[in-house]
């Protein structure tokens, strides 16, 4: 007798502390949500990109009447820094959060990975997608999560998910040695990635103190700590250099 | 006779329920089964300290005193990344697929068949091996490929497993002859970032996870993880694979070798 209250009673509190800790999980929408924004800029005269030499494959080539450049350091007008990830290291209270059907994708194109950094959550659907004639391979190789490395020929479908967080998985191309491209996997939504004009925003945070980091894939990380109230937005600029 | 638990014998029991739980998951982790052999990671570690050790190091993590001086580095253990797998590409290998390799060695590389060793020895050093990652207790391995029966080699299918050779772009790494000298082959690099050679598939058919038809059309489907090679799961169906494969052994005059021969365990 004894034993079997005992027993609802432990049951009673595993099913309440279960359904707390989904409560607590599930921080999406959050009531007067505050909001994070502001610009990446490169400091100095912008570097020149190289020219990419595609000649090995006449597909690739044909895609691109005046050459492609590399896009490891992308500086539009102003300084404006592109492809930075831009998302909140540290400071969040809430944990597992649901993932968004909307799948992420991420296209080959005139044998360049287009976006160049991609940036999705932690189980979230991607697409990738061959655009080109040609036949490619797509070769993330992750610290953290599982190596894969599909041949993917134009119009086959590919879909793949990463487990768990990384910023930024490189990705490669075997067949095609200069295409280089990243992958930043995210356990929360709170990430952007700045686009030409170098600007970023992240919204719908709850009120609190967060630490922001700004990657970028040659200059490296940068934090900044913020703190934001409800219905709040503070403007966080960050500035690299070479 | 009746067991008598008062409530705090239960509550007690209540705590540490998922603690035994989570004990004896760890447990089955460090345990590996192929065929009817069942193996024991305690009794694969000695083995390890005896033969393995070297080359994989204490800690498995592929810097054993003479990693230096070897190409193709000895495997990491630690990132559970495995060439030779019957399972798709990003999943962990099942037992067997650690056993075979084991058992057959790795064709140029300072990899040995350890053949010698008792089947359940080996089986015993696939359970100490599977302790180096965390992933064997976070994942379950991938279901295995499904190979079918092989049809029968003509000029047509070695035609046809010609122009995929183009298609699929494997001469970019392999080349246009098949000699390894593709235009990419220069650029590669494994998964820690040392240069790796395309295979040459003039120099005959000693392939690293094996060297049977079956073989080859096995890692056309999962690739070889943690170096350049693709899967081709998505890209190619079967037949197109055994095309492939035909057009693979054409390029060899080398088609036999004296092969050691690996009895399969319990099937």
Redesign the interface.
């Known amino acids: 007798m ?2 079997r ?3 609802i009673s ?1 049951c009673t509190l ?1 099913a309440l502390s279960v359904s707390v800790g989904m409560i607590a999980g599930w921080a999406r929408p959050v009531d007067a949500p505050a909001s994070v924004k502001g610009t990446v800029k490169f400091d100095g005269p912008a570097p020149k990109p190289s020219k990419i030499d595609m000649s ?2 006449p597909l690739c080539a044909k895609a691109h009447p005046t050459p492609a450049t590399t896009e490891d350091i992308v500086v539009g007008t102003g300084g404006a820094l592109e492809n930075v990830v831009v998302y909140v290291s540290d400071g969040l209270t809430a944990h597992d959060f649901q993932p968004p059907e909307q799948p992420a994708v991420l296209e080959q194109k005139g044998c360049q990975y287009k976006p160049h950094v991609l940036a999705l959550e932690a189980h979230q659907k991607l697409d990738v997608v061959n655009s080109d004639e ?6 993330p ?1 992750p610290n953290n999560n ?8 134009h119009g ?3 879909e ?1 998910t990463f487990a768990r967080e990384e910023v930024a998985i490189p990705v490669k191309c ?4 200069w295409m280089k491209g990243y992958i930043a996997v995210f356990k929360h939504p709170y990430f952007s990635v700045t686009g030409t004009n170098g600007s970023f925003e992240l919204k719908d945070l709850p009120p609190g103190t967060y630490t922001i980091t700004a990657w970028q894939e040659k200059l490296g990380t940068q934090t900044q700590k913020v703190t934001v109230g409800a219905s709040e937005t503070k403007t966080v600029d960050f500035t690299f250099k070479q | 006779m009746r067991i008598k ?3 705090t014998g ?2 007690v029991m ?1 705590v540490f329920l998922p603690v035994l739980l989570m004990w004896s998951a760890n447990g089955a982790a460090q345990e590996s089964r192929v065929g009817k052999l069942s193996g024991n990671a305690k009794r694969g570690k000695a083995l390890y300290v005896r033969y393995c050790i070297f080359c994989h190091g204490p800690n498995g993590d592929g810097q054993g005193e003479s990693a230096p001086y070897l190409d193709p580095k000895p495997r990491d253990f630690t990132k559970a ?1 495995f060439k030779c797998r019957s399972t798709p ?3 962990l290998p099942v037992d067997s697929d650690l056993y075979d390799t084991i058992s057959r060695g790795v064709h140029a590389s300072g990899m040995p068949s350890w053949a010698p060793l008792l089947r359940q020895e080996r089986v015993d050093l696939v359970a100490y091996i599977k302790t180096f990652s965390s ?1 064997f207790e976070e ?1 379950k391995p991938g279901a295995p490929v499904e190979i079918p029966a092989e049809p029968t080699t003509t000029a047509e299918s070695v035609q046809r497993g010609s122009e995929l050779f183009q ?3 494997c001469w ?2 392999h080349g246009k002859d098949g000699r390894g000298h593709g ?2 082959a220069a ?2 690099t494994d ?1 820690k970032g040392y240069p790796i050679t395309p295979f040459d598939f003039t120099s005959g058919s000693r392939f690293k996870c094996g060297e049977s038809d079956r073989d080859m059309f096995r890692d056309l489907v999962t ?1 070889l ?11 190619m169906n079967a037949d197109q694979r055994w095309d492939v494969v035909h057009y693979i052994r054409s390029l060899s005059a080398h088609k036999t070798h004296a092969r050691l021969k690996i009895e399969p365990i319990g099937k």
């Open positions: 004894k034993l209250s005992a027993l432990g595993a090995q494959d040609t036949t490619h391979n797509i070769h190789s599982r190596e894969w490395n599909m041949t993917q020929p086959t479908p590919l793949q075997n067949v095609h040695p | 638990l008062n409530r239960a509550a209540l990344l590409s990003g999943t992933a994942e298609s699929m772009n970019s790494c235009p990419s650029t590669l998964s690739g993880d943690g170096t350049p090679m693709p899967s081709f799961a998505a890209a």
